[in-house]
């Protein structure tokens, strides 16, 4: 059942509109073969609409990668993972209602949905670059240079640029045909990290799809916590209780982490 919504809310369209203009959005989502293509649509489809709706709107959303249904939670979750890193819908909103979105759920007690539209700042920061000795030359190594090594198809050259600080090189490490899983997860698991080389990851369409990926992502600290959230909904149950419990990770993501197994205990 959709929450009862508080008098002084702004809502044009009833519940059931909204539900299922979701269904629609989910439909024709998942006929599209690009993910550039989906993130569109699925922006044009929230444009206009009040803050209190869009909260609904995903609100029904994350609901439906919860059904048993094995078909619409597949749709569902497709559709989550193109707002892990929100950046295209913040700027088709715009800030002031994407901000008005997150205190329209809150207010709602829409807690999931709040966090979603969170800006909140990673819980660790800290300067990034080469920490291993034989890798540290890489940094008298020209910016030029190193963008075209991260290109090379020799498994040793991409070793030695995986803690690079460029996202440039990081995006061609990550559509390097030579790079395997186990060059994404060094990337991902570096500590220190930035918000932008993990954001490329979380994003980049062949590596962000795998589980481990995820699970690394979502457990850095270094993480934007906004985008750990989003993450913790792929995660399996004793992936989710060390989010729960490891006190490293920011509060908001500890606290989703506690919802989700809530809800499945449920279940």
């Known amino acids: 059942m959709l929450p009862i919504l508080p008098s002084d809310t702004v809502m044009t369209k009833p519940p059931e509109e909204i539900e299922r203009l979701l269904g629609r959005t989910l439909d024709d989502m998942f006929a599209l073969p690009e993910t550039g293509m989906r993130t569109s649509l699925l922006c ?11 909260a609904h709107f995903f609100d029904l959303l994350l609901k439906e990668t919860k059904k048993k249904e094995a078909f619409n939670k597949e749709k569902a979750l497709m559709a989550l993972a193109l707002i892990i890193d929100p950046e295209e819908i913040k700027k088709r909103l715009g800030h002031l209602l994407y901000r008005e979105v997150r205190i329209s759920a809150t207010e709602l007690g829409l807690n999931k949905v709040s966090r979603l539209f969170t800006d909140l700042k990673p819980q660790k920061s800290g300067p990034i670059g080469y920490d291993k000795e034989e890798e540290a030359k890489m940094e008298q190594t020209s910016l030029g240079e190193r963008r075209t090594l991260s290109k090379n198809n020799r498994i ?6 995986l803690s690079d600080p460029d996202p440039m090189v990081i995006r061609n490490i990550l559509s390097n045909p030579r790079t395997t899983e186990r060059e994404v997860i060094k990337i991902v698991s570096k500590r220190p990290n930035s918000e932008e080389i993990l954001k490329t990851v979380a994003s980049h369409p062949k590596w962000s799809k795998r589980y481990a990926v995820k699970k690394v992502l979502a457990l850095n600290p270094y993480s934007p916590p906004r985008l750990a959230i989003a993450l913790l909904e792929f995660l399996m149950s004793q992936d989710l209780k060390v989010a729960a419990t490891e006190e490293s990770l920011h509060a908001e993501v500890r606290a989703s982490a506690t919802d989700i197994l809530k809800e499945r205990e449920v279940r």
Do not use: A, C, K, Q
Not at 46 to 54: D, L, N, R, S
Not at 156 to 161: K, N, Y
């Open 44 to 54: 044009d489809r929230i444009h206009g609409m009040t803050p209190v709706e869009i």
């Open 156 to 161: 040793e050259s991409i070793d030695r640029l």
